[in-house]
């Protein structure tokens, strides 16, 4: 122990044990310095595989700058933003999750509070953190902060006009700071961020931080997905680039986004659903398409589940065909055949079901529906990044994982702009 250290009285010494960003983190959760040019930084971009620990690491650095850890900060900061997905997501993920911001206040005298009724998270010493959702970028105009943490940026609903509306408010205290935590997909956004010179940057696998995931997780999972395009995105938190022979490009989807559809006159629930259940099967694939007076299809929602029974994905899908009071249910029978039809009357006998049955393979009944998007016939309402990640990851042949997402768009798509268009499905 060096002599400075040994010269600390106990409790100092106690308090700095339990100080994580101090004993705790690891080099790439260790709060940057200064940007590769030499300057200081004023975003911090953390990619990361799932269960890597950048959930931790925002709350850990969003606690410190509130209470004004000294490695952190030169004062304590008073007002600052927290902003994931969903205003769900930041309750149950940011703040009071396992790796929130509640878990990382260590101190007693220290921990904040989350005050729901008032949205905010307060602290002893007076720091608020205000909590605003993705799906709102306008609830951010009015805000001024010191800092801020986004969580899960690449899964945003309006990923450049929230952190635009983010950017203007950070305009107080001495340097406005933020830090942007996300399993990386290759938005427009992120892509923008890696090319900034003033964005410090860190990469951590989902493996390094294995002492603090269950065995069972990591060995299911890297057997899975270990080495494939899903796998270095999702476990070694690396930016994969569309595939050179997908049907679909990113910057096509991204030029076709609206905020929302408009009226739309006929709306569709298609269903891809799985042939078993539980964590290794696949998912069964729920997306909701429309078409509006001018004929162009909109893509309004993405309710896939991964995993559950067959009563219990039938009435997410009813659920979803209510919610959007949609005309009705498109279901392919390859799988179940009359019991898929059967499952969700179980649900709601007078749900209308169109059953259809695949008589070409996935990616032919697929192309004809990427040339709707070529076309500019149909648009993405708000963002879908998993539906998103199949549709540009999807490639003839490529057998590692089923496209369920995918395939239930393509079956909402054909059913409301292709069917009169040639043998690619047969209706039952």
């Excluded at 998270?121 to 943490?149: H, Y």
């Excluded at 749900?351 to 016939?377: I, M």
């Excluded at 963002?383 to 990640?389: G, I, K, N, S």
Aim: net charge negative; aromatic share 6%.
């Amino acid at each position: 122990m060096p002599d400075w250290l040994a010269a600390m009285p106990a409790p100092v010494l106690t308090a700095l044990c339990r100080e994580w960003l101090l004993v705790g983190a690891r080099d790439p959760q260790a709060a940057p310095t200064q940007v590769p040019a030499g300057r200081d930084w004023t975003t911090w971009l953390m990619l990361g595989g799932r269960g890597a620990g950048k959930t931790r690491t925002g709350a850990e650095w969003i606690h410190g700058v509130a209470v004004g850890k000294p490695w952190l900060a030169n004062a304590p900061l008073g007002r600052l933003a927290l902003i994931g997905e969903t205003l769900a997501d930041v309750r149950d993920v940011m703040i009071e999750g396992p790796s929130g911001i509640l878990a990382a206040a260590s101190e007693e005298e220290e921990r904040p509070v989350f005050v729901a009724a008032r949205r905010r998270v307060e602290w002893p010493n007076g720091a608020v953190a205000f909590i605003f959702s993705a799906e709102d970028p306008d609830s951010l105009r009015g805000g001024q902060f010191e800092a801020a943490w986004g969580d899960e940026l690449a899964k945003w609903r309006h990923p450049d006009r929230t952190f635009d509306m983010l950017q203007f408010a950070l305009r107080v205290g001495e340097r406005p700071r933020q830090i942007l935590t996300t399993t990386p997909r290759p938005i427009p956004l992120i892509k923008r961020l890696l090319k900034d010179p003033r964005v410090a940057l860190s990469r951590m696998r989902t493996a390094d931080n294995a002492a603090h995931l269950a065995e069972p997780f990591l060995a299911n999972i890297v057997e899975a997905y270990a080495g494939t395009r899903l796998g270095r995105q999702e476990l070694d938190g690396e930016l994969i680039e569309d595939r050179p022979d997908a049907l679909w490009r990113r910057e096509r989807v991204e030029a076709i986004r609206v905020a929302e559809a408009p009226p739309l006159r006929r709306l569709v629930v298609a269903l891809d659903p799985p042939a078993s259940s539980g964590p290794r099967a696949d998912a069964c694939g729920i997306v909701a398409a429309g078409l509006d007076e001018r004929g162009f299809g909109y893509v309004v929602a993405d309710a896939t589940v991964q995993g559950l029974p067959p009563a219990a994905w039938a009435e997410r899908a009813v659920g979803l065909y209510r919610s959007l009071e949609a005309d009705a249910i498109v279901a392919e029978v390859n799988q179940g055949g009359e019991m898929v039809a059967a499952v969700l009357r179980q649900v709601d006998p007078t749900v209308p079901v169109v059953p259809v049955r695949a008589t070409r393979g996935k990616f032919l009944r697929a192309e004809p529906v990427a040339v709707l998007y070529d076309q500019g016939r149909v648009r993405h309402a708000g963002t879908f990044p998993e539906l998103e990640d199949e549709m540009c990851d999807f490639v003839p042949g490529d057998t590692t994982r089923s496209p369920d997402r995918l395939d239930a768009l393509v079956w909402a798509l054909t059913h409301l702009m292709l069917r009169g268009e040639g043998p690619r499905v047969r209706v039952v």
